[in-house]
């Protein structure tokens, strides 16, 4: 079975700092990978995905991820953080054989500081 | 892009009562999902359509809860009696029939038993 890890459960930053998430999945087959962010009461918004080919992704807001196969992580990364960028960030997994279903890891929450 | 949207937004029932809700996906969209995500954890898949047809429900759907998409445009998500452990916010995503996609998620429906 497919599974995600997100061993931070909460980070905080300073605003103006870098931000990193991390994600490790545990999976037999060829993963695809996404990131995406919740703000407090809202639904998730896609900040990134990992399909194939450069295994440097940038997204939306600044963020970029880099997919590691021999690590099996796909780790969030931003260089200078907004306070905006305070939200719950999510890393899901999905794959052929689970029919592109998504599996979710816990959740990051990240708060920013002034 | 109207993009996915669920109503209502939040819900607040009594223990016992029957509840439904709603997702209409984005238009071109041939898969529909549900999830459930409880505090502090990420979405959990509970089941999907290709079109109206029914793909997948997980062992967290039980036999009170019930989905259809009748003409493979919107979804409904009912359930029955229901219980104080199906408090949860309840998130409706959709994507293309074409593999791997994104799922576009939608707004939410925060369900608080009482």
């Known amino acids: 079975a497919q599974s995600v890890t997100q061993p931070d459960i909460h980070i905080t930053v300073s605003e103006g700092a870098s931000l990193e998430l991390r994600c490790n999945y545990s999976?037999?087959?060829?993963?695809?990978l996404f990131w995406y962010v919740q703000s407090p009461g809202q639904g998730l918004q896609l900040l990134l995905k990992?399909?194939?080919?450069?295994?440097l992704v940038q997204g939306i807001k600044g963020f970029e991820a880099e997919f590691k196969r021999s690590q099996s992580s796909f780790n969030l990364r931003k260089p200078s953080v907004h306070w905006s960028d305070a939200a719950e960030y999510f890393c899901?997994?999905?794959?052929?054989?689970?029919?592109?279903?998504?599996?979710f890891g816990a959740g990051t929450t990240v708060t920013v500081r002034a | 892009d109207t993009g996915v949207s669920q109503n209502p937004r939040h819900k607040i029932t009594k223990r016992g009562q029957n509840v439904t809700f709603r997702c209409d996906p984005i238009?071109?969209?041939?898969?529909l999902y549900w999830y459930r995500q409880t505090l502090g954890q990420g979405p959990e898949f509970l089941t999907y359509?290709?079109?109206?047809?029914?793909?997948?429900k997980s062992r967290l759907l039980s036999d009170r809860f019930s989905a259809e998409r009748p003409k493979g445009s919107f979804s409904t998500l009912e359930i029955q009696r229901t219980e104080q452990g199906d408090s949860a916010m309840y998130l409706c995503?959709?994507?293309?029939?074409?593999?791997?996609?994104?799922?576009?998620f939608g707004p939410g429906t925060r369900l608080t038993v009482l």
């Open positions: 995503a959709s994507s293309l029939a074409r593999y791997p996609d994104t799922q576009y």
């Open positions: 999976y037999g087959a060829t993963p695809y």
């Open positions: 990992y399909f194939s080919g450069d295994t």
């Open positions: 899901a997994v999905a794959s052929y054989s689970n029919d592109y279903k998504l599996s």
């Open positions: 238009s071109e969209h041939n898969r």
């Open positions: 359509f290709q079109n109206e047809a029914q793909l997948e």
